[in-house]
């Protein structure tokens, strides 16, 4: 069984609420939550020590934990990074606290592979406030998004997991295309997913780890359209 540690805010928190269903005893997932956590208070955290993470399962707190606590806890195979959603497309957040985070897990857990969570864009709808840093525009912000984590993913050799790139695909379906008369893959905020944008993510999240196409994964959320996850599991299987 591989074990997944997430350092992240609420957008690992929606990409981890299925995974471990999905991957049915191949992954063990942790997600350390606050909501909106940028890097840079990911960083401050170290310093502190304070145990200001909910430590989660299936997007569930398990307990209050700090960032040095959840990295001792187990031996990680892997541990994943992330900018908060809203400076998610702006490059000059990332510096210098990404390579401080990086430094200070590798430190702590030399042989964990290091990876990098791409995060989605916000719905045309959404009202967040940062939006305005993207012009009110989806395709923008996806546009900025991609350009920013393909240079820092680059500069510190990260793999990257394409959540962000799945969301945007599945936008283009009939059932999810707001444009077009479509329900939105997020909730009434516009920009946290809802049950079939967490099983979207959880899907791909199942592939970047295991390896294995998520075509021929059995568990589907009872509350779930199959058909509609039918389609989710080809978009995760593409990107």
């Given at each position: 069984m591989k074990k997944i540690l997430f350092v992240g805010n609420s957008f690992s928190q929606?990409?981890?609420?299925?995974?471990?269903a999905i991957a049915d005893g191949e992954l063990f997932v942790r997600n350390l939550y606050i909501g909106g956590c940028p890097l840079s208070l990911h960083v401050e955290n170290i310093h502190t020590g304070e145990p200001s993470y909910e430590y989660q399962k299936d997007a569930v707190s398990t307990g209050m934990i700090s960032l040095d606590g959840a990295l001792d806890a187990e031996d990680w195979d892997a541990?994943?990074?992330?900018?908060?959603?809203?400076?998610?497309g702006i490059a000059d957040s990332y510096e210098p606290y990404i390579t401080e985070l990086l430094a200070h897990i590798r430190e702590?857990?030399?042989?964990?592979?290091?990876?990098?969570?791409?995060t989605w864009a916000y719905e045309d709808s959404s009202e967040h406030p940062a939006f305005e840093y993207y012009s009110r525009s989806r395709e923008r912000m996806y546009e900025m998004i991609e350009r920013t984590v393909s240079e820092i993913a680059s500069r510190h050799n990260l793999p990257v997991i394409p959540s962000g790139v799945a969301v945007e695909r599945a936008r283009e379906l009939p059932e999810l295309d707001t444009r077009g008369g479509g329900s939105p893959i997020t909730v009434a905020?516009?920009?946290?997913?809802?049950?079939?944008?967490?099983?979207l993510a959880g899907l791909v999240l199942y592939k970047f780890f295991t390896g294995k196409s998520p075509l021929g994964v059995s568990f589907v959320p009872s509350e779930l359209d199959a058909s509609l996850c039918e389609k989710l599991k080809r978009i995760a299987d593409e990107v």
């Open positions: 929606n990409a981890t609420r299925y995974v471990e541990v994943s990074v992330q900018q908060v959603s809203s400076l998610s702590k857990k030399p042989v964990a592979q290091l990876v990098f969570h791409r905020d516009g920009f946290h997913l809802n049950g079939y944008g967490e099983y």
